[in-house]
């Protein structure tokens, strides 16, 4: 596999990202004490800084490989709404149409870091269905984007935008127009995929809808045959990944060099297995790809996209 012309492949690819967004604020401090009210840490704050999450990471991913993304989703017109918005557009530089919804709390995860580790995470979320009304502006928003797009990623966190009304819908638009989809779900629908490209649960939440019990493989083979997906990838945290297809199976060990912080490593495996596959790239070389990335962003505090850069240091230094 030539990286250097894949990376430049992905200049002329353009994605869709459709999912929960949400506002990651980190609160960065040091402890020296424990605090004589309770057995906990007493964390002095240093400093406070904000990013995109969330389908939103996913975004940042595809751009810091120099794919081109559009992003939807949907968040309140609060005071986390509006920065998130701002961060987007102005940090990030994500083409997104990030609509919003009255009385909507735009979800925010809050996490406090002290020494280089996460102390505690506070979620402030709204899980509820959009109304009627969002989910036809949802509807319109993809309609525009849906034909200059090489492919879409769904990815579902939970906080209420991918329905199973919006999600029958985007495969039904997707399967008519020959665009491939990629998905991150949750397991509340997951029989709601079928036809998808790529199925990326992680192991815990594949194992939660195993009804009766069956050695792995076997029912990785049988799930993805029964919902007519092409690929099936299961991440299995420490363990990698495995990828299941319709002429074999094989497994992917993590490549992390040393290990600071998993989150957002999933963000990282969707996008650049995404941009690997609709530039033709095998299976076996995506999922290698994705895994070094994934590898490479969970050597980082927090949560830190994979750019073209990084991925071709961490390939280089395995290939040393």
Request: aromatic share 6%; charged share 25%.
């Amino acid at each position: 596999m030539d990286l250097h012309k894949l990376l430049s492949q992905f200049t002329e690819k353009r994605i869709l990202v459709v999912g929960d967004v949400m506002l990651d604020k980190y609160i960065w401090g040091s402890v020296d004490r424990i605090s004589p009210e309770a057995p906990v840490p007493v964390v002095n704050v240093e400093r406070t800084n904000y990013h995109s999450g969330g389908a939103a990471n996913v975004a940042r991913n595809i751009h810091g490989l120099g794919g081109n993304v559009i992003l939807v989703g949907l968040g309140g017109n609060d005071e986390s709404g509006k920065l998130l918005r701002s961060i987007l557009s102005e940090d990030d530089g994500i083409d997104c149409s990030l609509l919003t919804e009255e009385n909507r709390q735009t979800t925010v995860k809050t996490r406090i870091m002290a020494h280089g580790q996460q102390v505690v995470r506070l979620d402030r979320e709204n899980n509820s269905k959009p109304s009627p009304a969002t989910i036809e502006s949802l509807k319109k928003t993809i309609s525009e984007n849906i034909n200059s797009v090489d492919g879409i990623i769904l990815t579902d966190y939970g906080k209420g935008v991918l329905t199973r009304e919006i999600i029958n819908w985007i495969m039904d638009q997707a399967l008519a127009n020959s665009i491939p989809v990629y998905v991150d779900p949750k397991k509340d629908n997951f029989d709601s995929f079928s036809g998808a490209r790529l199925f990326k649960p992680n192991s815990f939440e594949f194992s939660s809808i195993i009804e009766n019990p069956k050695p792995f493989i076997e029912a990785a083979e049988l799930f993805r045959k029964e919902n007519r997906m092409e690929l099936l990838m299961v991440t299995q945290s420490e363990k990698g990944m495995a990828l299941f297809s319709d002429q074999t199976h094989f497994q992917i060990t993590t490549q992390a060099r040393e290990v600071h912080d998993v989150s957002g490593a999933g963000d990282t495996v969707i996008a650049t297995f995404t941009l690997s596959d609709i530039c033709r790239n095998n299976p076996k070389d995506s999922a290698w790809l994705a895994n070094m990335a994934a590898g490479r962003v969970c050597e980082e505090v927090g949560v830190v996209p994979i750019s073209s850069d990084s991925l071709l240091e961490i390939i280089n230094h395995h290939h040393e």
